[in-house]
């Protein structure tokens, strides 16, 4: 903005000189002068008055405004007569000069102050500073409201934060009008809290049930032991006694490894060793010990077991299958069989129970590897069958062997239960070269 102000003066001297280049040709330079109209655009204030001054060829000054300023002189160079700019220039203090060629080998000296030029640039300057000034206010303003709208919606999601506690987990923060980033925020918090109020809820319900079912054999104990005791009995009274705690405190036993293999299996200290095993001569091992208690219930186990060989840990796996089979008896009627089949395909290894028994509900069935969970609690009790944790321990184990296990089962025609298993890698022989 400046050079062009500059420029504008600029060209009006040169066009102020020109004139007067051209007047001193028609007449006696001592009588011409800067024409009227170049005095009114330079400004009617003193300040503002143009001055100029003509030197012939000799370098005496044939025509001058009057006053002039003491401190004009010839010029030493000539200005330029043709090209772009044809004239010179030069600045005193804050006045423009502009010297041009005249006719006659003449020098045409034209200046003035610029005063007008400075105000200009001053009026200009202050409202660039005006205008500097409202918009740094303005985006100050937009930058604290902006501020604010971030900042409000998680001071909000602070407070609300710090009024959940592990007793208030089902409260959940309320969706805030802001950005989608702090409205995404708030949707992983409150999953979050759905996870933790699920995994405390569940926390909760298994210690609730774990210490139910450790306190009826411990109460099996306790009275048998207070009612032996009231009064003196015969051996055999105290040997029947002693067998019902001994049955009391095996059935604690069983409960408190199952509880121990979860804990372990939570904390994941549960490890399955790769070790190459037949999972056939795993489940006729495990089949072989459950034989007298199909026996006892009436209840013919089939199976046809191919041999299949997988890494895992035999006795885990062997666990596996005692559960399962013992699964199937108890829920099997008098005279029904079980049916256990091992075979591979496709690079996975099965193992599959079935039974023909009275089959598992469907609104049953989502729940059925939940720890401690028993559909049928009072027929549960009724078969003498565990707490329900063995369904949870076949999972866990199972997928410790990263397999997977599948539920089937139809009302009144029966249950099977698939465990998929990866095969063991077969590693391919090197070939011994022939001798020579």
């Keep these: 903005m400046r050079r062009a102000i500059y420029n504008e003066a600029e060209s009006d001297l040169l066009g102020a000189a020109q004139l007067i280049a051209k007047d001193s040709s028609e007449a006696n330079p001592g009588t011409v002068t800067i024409d009227r109209a170049y005095r009114h655009r330079f400004g009617p ?17 044939v025509g001058a405004s009057d006053p002039l300023p003491p401190h004009i002189s010839r010029p030493i160079d000539l200005p ?55 918009v740094l206010a303005i985006g100050a303003f937009a930058a604290w409201r902006l501020a604010n709208r971030i900042v409000r919606p998680i001071e909000q ?39 933790l109020q699920s995994s405390f809820e569940q926390q909760v319900r298994f210690t609730a049930d774990a210490s139910h079912e450790l306190r009826t054999p411990v109460t099996v104990i306790l009275t048998q032991a207070d009612h032996t005791l009231s009064r003196p009995r015969s051996n055999g009274e105290y040997a029947e006694a002693l067998e019902a705690c001994l049955r009391a405190a095996r059935r604690m036993k069983r409960l408190v490894d199952d509880l121990l293999l979860l804990a372990r299996a939570d904390a994941g200290r549960l490890d399955a060793p790769h070790e190459s095993c037949d999972l056939a001569e795993v489940a006729r091992s495990t089949l072989e010990m459950l034989e007298p ?12 077991l191919q041999p299949t060989f997988i890494e895992g840990d035999a006795a885990q796996l062997s666990q596996v299958v005692a559960n399962l089979v013992t699964n199937a008896i108890d829920h099997s009627a008098a005279a029904s ?15 599959v129970v079935a039974d023909a028994g009275e089959g598992v509900p469907v609104e049953y069935q989502p729940r059925l590897f939940e720890r401690f969970y028993q559909g049928d609690k009072s027929r549960s009790r009724q078969l003498g069958q565990g707490a329900g944790l063995g369904l949870s321990i076949v999972a866990e184990i199972v997928s410790l062997h990263h397999g997977t296990v ?23 022989p090197v070939p011994t070269p022939k001798a020579d």
């Design 337 to 351: 069989q079980v049916f256990v089949s091992v075979y591979s395909r496709r690079q996975r290894a099965y193992l």
């Design 45 to 61: 204030a003193p300040r503002d008055h143009a001055y100029f001054a003509i030197w012939s060829a000799q370098g005496a000054i």
């Design 80 to 134: 330029p007569v043709d090209g772009p700019r044809p004239f010179s220039t030069r600045e005193h203090k804050d006045e423009l000069e502009v010297i041009i060629r005249g006719p006659n080998a003449t020098q045409i000296l034209v200046g003035r102050p610029l005063a007008k030029e400075g105000d200009r640039l001053r009026a200009l300057l202050r409202n660039l500073l005006a205008a500097g000034g409202v």
């Design 157 to 195: 999601l602070t407070v609300a934060a710090e009024q959940i506690s592990a007793t208030r987990l089902d409260q959940r923060l309320e969706l805030p009008l802001a950005s989608s980033e702090i409205q995404r925020l708030v949707e992983v918090f409150n999953r979050m809290l759905s996870h």
């Design 293 to 304: 208690l199909a026996r006892e219930r009436d209840v013919r186990i089939e199976s046809q």
């Design 406 to 428: 599948d539920l089937s089962s139809t009302p009144a025609r029966g249950t099977t239960l698939t465990v998929e298993l990866p095969l063991r890698a077969v590693e391919t």
